[in-house]
């Protein structure tokens, strides 16, 4: 090997020895982010969810941050952003974004995928994070309260419960004396199991964790039926009547099945 030879592969080396050896930027991290939202939706409802990105060129110049996001699953017709055409949000220094969507028609579990760019100049990286979102047909749970008392029930709470699980609170703004009120709750029955199931409701209106009867405070408990043949849900209704009294000492509990 003649000397021009040799002093070429020299040089090429050392050039690849300093681009091996080039540091990544001082303090840079990966891009990463943290999706929250929603992990069930009914068919064709939209949900806000969020995203805090972090990390990347953005992160250690004051650059910017982009986010491109859709859905995918089995049929995600009349859900969206679709992935042929997903829905973006562009320069965001903080890395904070909100955004909508909109699940399909059909039950099922689809995913929400955002894509995240970190940017500085010329300086760019990306990074994918997801979340399963089940699409599920909803439960009306209601129960109806009458008031034997001499005056108004103000406020109601009342909380829900299935198989001794917490699963929503609403409140019944007023019963009047000898009237009665509803209350209603929409509730998506995830991971719910064919079979009997206990729905349990309280009244306790003075918010103290504690039913007291003589204080007029009731519990309700009910009972549905989820067929192990049926592939998707009913807009089912399961209703219970109890008895609150604001006044009296005894109280009368109805239980109706269905």
């Known amino acids: 090997m003649n000397r021009t030879v040799l002093a070429a592969t020299l040089l090429t080396l050392a050039v690849a020895v300093v681009l091996a050896g080039a540091p990544r930027a001082a303090g840079q991290t990966p891009v990463t982010g943290v999706l929250g939202g929603a992990t069930a939706l009914a068919p064709g409802a939209s949900s806000m969810f969020f995203l805090n990105a972090s990390g ?6 004051n650059g910017n941050f982009t986010i491109r996001f859709w859905i ?14 997903p829905q973006t949000r562009n320069g965001n220094a903080s890395g904070q974004f909100r955004f909508n969507v ?3 028609a059909k039950e099922q579990t689809i ?6 760019t970190s940017t500085a100049g010329p300086r760019s990286e990306k990074a994918t994070v997801t979340r399963a979102i089940t699409v599920i047909t909803p439960i009306v749970l209601a129960a109806t309260f009458r008031n034997d008392g001499g005056s108004a029930a103000v ?10 699980k917490a699963v929503g609170t609403t409140d019944i703004s007023r019963i009047e004396p000898k009237a009665t009120g509803t209350a209603k709750l929409t509730w998506l029955p995830v ?15 003075n918010r103290n964790g504690v039913i007291e009867q003589d204080k007029g405070e009731v519990v309700v408990v009910d009972v549905f039926y989820k067929k192990d043949w049926e592939l998707t849900w009913p807009y089912a209704i399961v209703i219970m009547l109890a008895t609150v009294s604001v006044s009296a000492t005894v109280i009368r509990g109805l239980r109706r099945r269905r």
């Open 56 to 61: 990347g060129p953005a992160a250690e110049s």
């Open 191 to 205: 991971g719910i199991t064919p079979g009997t199931h206990t729905v349990r409701v309280e009244a306790d209106l």
């Open 111 to 116: 995913t929400l995928v955002v894509e995240i």
């Open 102 to 104: 909109t699940a399909p």
């Open 72 to 85: 995918t699953g089995p049929d995600v017709t009349g859900g969206t952003p679709l992935p042929a055409s």
């Open 155 to 164: 406020n109601v709470p009342v909380k829900f419960f299935v198989d001794g």
